[in-house]
């Protein structure tokens, strides 16, 4: 059910969350919307793969792609060419805010037993109104991006979940269809319809993106944003794609030879980490809400989004907001 919508039943009944006395049991239940999600997704995905190969041609990209240049084929034909030209992956929205948030109700409630079931769901009622004693109590809880293993392992299972579902799914389906975090911008608007969660998000405010920590919660400098995605990530599973990282640096914390140096440093260690795919913003964040307040001073400002560059005055607000969001790191 979704607070905006009522009290529709939109998947499956799990139970009432009051009734659970286990974190086994809360997690089972997770993993039950999970999958079921997954499988209307996995539904979707295939009438897409297969539409693209009847509607869609992609000639250029043809042209720079080794596999459809030796074939002699489009990407998206539904053909399974050695080497795997059908490509197919389904999006992740919200990875960190979910992890964040499981890893709330496990600490609080079922491990310290500092919150009950019920005085957590009605601090997400009023949106935390009234409630924010409660909300610093959950924003406390380990998070995702600092290397921590309390959180770090749950994004793994998560992981692990998505993956196993494509390993047995999309072969009955005849597709590829791998797990895949590059959520652009679509996780401002989808966080448009989402309540308030366990780790302290306010109702109808951004999702996290990508496999960036959830906004504010990554507090122990950028290396530790690595480490979590690498924790979180089951290397050895293969149904999976990219995973998009953003990182936000100070124009200070690069600035002159060293900065410079620290920045390759970082970048190697990306890819020593083997992970995917990451981009920067240096900027201040003050700069950012001075060009929200005073646009036609910043029209030159470019700012990067998730996979692309854009002007920061052409974008939505909740956009801007999302940016100026991100956490700040001032070290690297």
């Known amino acids: 059910r979704m607070k905006k919508y009522g009290d529709e039943l939109l998947t499956v009944e799990t139970g009432d969350v009051r009734n659970f006395t286990t974190w086994e049991e809360f997690w089972q239940a997770y993993a039950t919307q999970q999958n079921y999600l997954m499988r209307h997704a996995f539904m979707q995905q295939y009438h897409i793969i297969k539409a693209r190969a009847q509607h869609f041609a992609t000639p250029i990209s043809d042209a720079l792609h080794v596999l459809a240049m030796k074939e002699c084929v489009d990407l998206h034909q539904d053909h399974h060419y050695e080497g795997g030209l059908d490509l197919g992956y389904f999006e992740c929205l919200g990875y960190s805010t979910a992890i964040d948030s499981l890893s709330a109700v496990r600490k609080l409630v079922f491990d310290d037993k500092k919150l009950t079931m019920q005085e957590l769901l009605d601090a997400l009622e009023c949106n935390f109104e009234g409630k924010e004693d409660v909300r610093k109590m959950l924003q406390s809880a380990p998070c995702y991006g600092n290397n921590d293993d309390y959180a770090d392992s749950i994004g793994l299972e998560i992981d692990r979940l998505a993956q196993e579902f494509s390993k047995k799914y999309a072969p009955r389906l005849d597709i590829k269809c791998d797990f895949r975090m590059v959520p652009f911008t679509s996780h401002v608007p989808f966080g448009r319809v989402v309540s308030a969660t366990p780790n302290g998000r ?110 920061f005055t052409e974008l939505s607000k909740d956009l801007q907001d999302d940016l100026i969001a991100r956490t700040q790191h001032e070290q690297v």
């Open 202 to 311: 306010k109702a109808w405010t951004p999702l996290s993106d990508g496999s960036s920590a959830s906004h504010g919660a990554d507090v122990n400098g950028p290396t530790a944003v690595l480490l979590s995605n690498f924790n979180s990530k089951n290397y050895n599973m293969f149904q999976r794609a990219a995973r998009l990282l953003n990182i936000k640096f100070t124009p200070s914390c690069l600035a002159g030879k060293e900065g410079t140096r620290k920045l390759v440093s970082f970048i190697r260690a990306f890819v020593d980490l083997r992970l995917w795919h990451v981009q920067f913003n240096v900027v201040n964040r003050q700069t950012l809400v001075n060009a929200q307040k005073d646009p036609e001073k910043y029209r030159g400002l470019i700012v990067r989004i998730a996979g692309y560059s854009a002007y």
